[in-house]
């Protein structure tokens, strides 16, 4: 929690108030450039910092950071300029590769990296189309926040992101999926701001907190061509998913089994 409330107030309205004024042309111009292909992008305004929008930046003003990839230069001199952060829900979807370590073994590093490449690409493809905000992968594993300013109900959002994501991979009546993925999805409330070590004009932007944690492990649970959606996440969504199978799980350090709806593939499209 940042110490700071103006800058606390500043970094909720961010991700909630529709009627601040940084929100003046931030949801326009993010509509317009989630439609122009481009990757790897910004993480705060979802420009393309690469491919076929290199030569329009040049109008805008705005480039690829020379400190940090994942921003343009105007999104990280902002972040610089406002450290902090505050607690916000949101909802979260995790998605991981099964089996990476296999593949990895089976192919040559050329080939493997060629396979993550795809499959960031599909995702981070399918998933900005979702209004979805991606923070950088960890390994084999994307993860996506969807955010109250950005995408209106975030939880039947990330739901159907996810839905989306696994017809994109493969998973449905008339495909054959080209690479094995689970993820989760969920909803709570988490610290979402910057982190960077102070003095030295490196930050970044992500979130952190138990509900980040939930997410996670419920992508490392599901099986391949699943997604598990926590109860918080379809009551968020305003959605029964009764027609989904119910699976309680067990997580560390929690009192109570989680339970959560076992979504696979098109056939279980909400």
């Known amino acids: 929690m940042t110490e700071n409330p103006q800058l606390e107030q500043l970094w909720r309205d961010l991700f909630t108030n529709p009627e601040h004024p940084v929100h003046r042309h931030s949801r326009r111009a993010r509509r317009f450039w989630k439609r122009v292909p481009g990757s790897p992008r910004c993480k705060m305004c979802a420009v393309p910092l690469s491919g076929v929008a290199a030569p329009i930046l040049k109008f805008t003003g705005k480039a690829p950071s020379p400190g940090n990839p994942r921003f343009c230069n105007q999104c990280e001199m902002w972040a610089a300029k406002h450290p902090g952060g505050a607690e916000v829900e949101m909802t979260f ?10 593949l990895a073994e089976e192919m040559n590093p050329g080939e493997f990296a060629e396979v993550m490449r795809r499959f960031y690409e599909v995702a981070n493809g399918v998933l900005i189309q979702s ?21 209106g109900n975030h939880a039947a959002r990330a739901i159907d992101g996810a839905s989306q994501l696994l017809g ?8 054959t999926p080209w690479i094995e993925v689970g993820g989760g999805v969920h909803t709570g409330v988490a610290y979402i701001g910057t982190v960077g070590v102070e003095g030295t004009g490196s930050y970044d932007v992500t979130v952190l907190g138990d ?9 490392s649970l599901a099986e391949p061509g699943e997604f598990l959606i926590s109860e918080s ?14 699976r309680d799980l067990d997580l560390r350090g929690r009192n109570a089994p989680l339970s959560v709806r076992v979504m696979k593939g098109t056939a279980a499209r909400v």
Do not use: C, Q
Request: net charge negative.
């Open 93 to 102: 979807l995790f998605a991981d590769v099964r089996g990476s370590t296999g």
């Open 131 to 151: 209004d979805a905000w991606m923070d950088k992968p960890v390994g084999d594993e994307i993860i996506a926040l969807y955010v109250p300013i950005f995408t």
């Open 168 to 175: 994109a991979l493969g998973y449905t009546p008339e495909g």
């Open 211 to 219: 509900a980040v944690n939930v997410t996670s492990r419920l992508a």
């Open 233 to 246: 996440a379809a009551r968020s969504a305003g959605r029964e998913l009764e027609h989904l199978a119910r």
